[in-house]
């Protein structure tokens, strides 16, 4: 077998594209979150029985998802998630449900301040796409390198 010699630039190239992977997916998984809470969410003239109806369903669903709110919940939670599950992820040998669950725990912690809020979908919102991410979309390990063929 042949010695081959590969570019540490190679490798790290390979791990810049993993962490890409794992930073697309739980962005992709925010938005989806957040898109359905702004469809299905309560207009405001359901809210308060004597308001008119005074926008449309899409200004409804516009004034949802660029409310400034959500915005900060975004930077809040998402900011230190996305620390945790890069670090998590590369620190960690681990594989399977000990891994997803141990994650799903550390992902909880960015949201403890929605706790003492009044806004019911600014709590669920955000812990149900915690929880989402780390059962079901976080790839394990974070960084996956191609099996060598052997002759």
Same mark, same amino acid.
């Given at each position: 077998?042949?010695?081959?010699? #590969?570019?540490?630039?190679?490798?790290?190239?390979?791990?810049?594209? /993993? =962490?890409?992977?794992?930073?697309?997916?739980?962005?992709?998984?925010?938005?989806?979150? !957040?898109?359905?809470?702004?469809?299905?969410?309560? @207009?405001?003239?359901?809210?308060?029985? *004597?308001? $008119?109806?005074? @926008?449309?369903? !899409?200004?409804?669903?516009? *004034?949802?998802?660029?409310?400034?709110?959500?915005?900060?919940?975004?930077?809040?939670?998402?900011?230190?998630?996305?620390?945790? =599950?890069?670090?998590?992820?590369?620190? %960690?040998?681990?594989?399977?449900?000990?891994?997803? =669950? @141990?994650?799903?725990?550390?992902?909880?912690? $960015?949201?403890?301040?929605?706790?003492?809020? %009044?806004?019911?979908?600014?709590?669920?919102? $955000?812990?149900? #796409?915690?929880?989402?991410?780390?059962? /079901?979309?976080?790839?394990?390990?974070?960084?996956?390198? $191609?099996?060598?063929?052997?002759?």
């Amino acid at each position: 077998m042949p010695f081959v010699v #590969t570019s540490p630039w190679h490798r790290l190239g390979r791990v810049g594209l /993993c =962490i890409a992977d794992a930073v697309g997916r739980y962005l992709l998984i925010w938005v989806a979150a !957040w898109l359905v809470h702004a469809l299905t969410a309560p @207009r405001q003239h359901e809210l308060v029985s *004597y308001l $008119p109806r005074t @926008r449309s369903y !899409w200004e409804d669903t516009a *004034y949802y998802l660029w409310d400034d709110s959500i915005a900060s919940v975004g930077l809040m939670v998402g900011i230190p998630s996305l620390l945790v =599950i890069l670090l998590f992820g590369l620190l %960690n040998e681990r594989k399977g449900a000990a891994f997803r =669950i @141990r994650l799903a725990g550390l992902l909880l912690l $960015p949201t403890w301040f929605l706790l003492f809020q %009044n806004f019911v979908a600014l709590l669920f919102v $955000p812990v149900l #796409t915690q929880v989402a991410f780390a059962l /079901c979309l976080m790839p394990v390990p974070l960084v996956r390198f $191609p099996a060598k063929a052997e002759d």
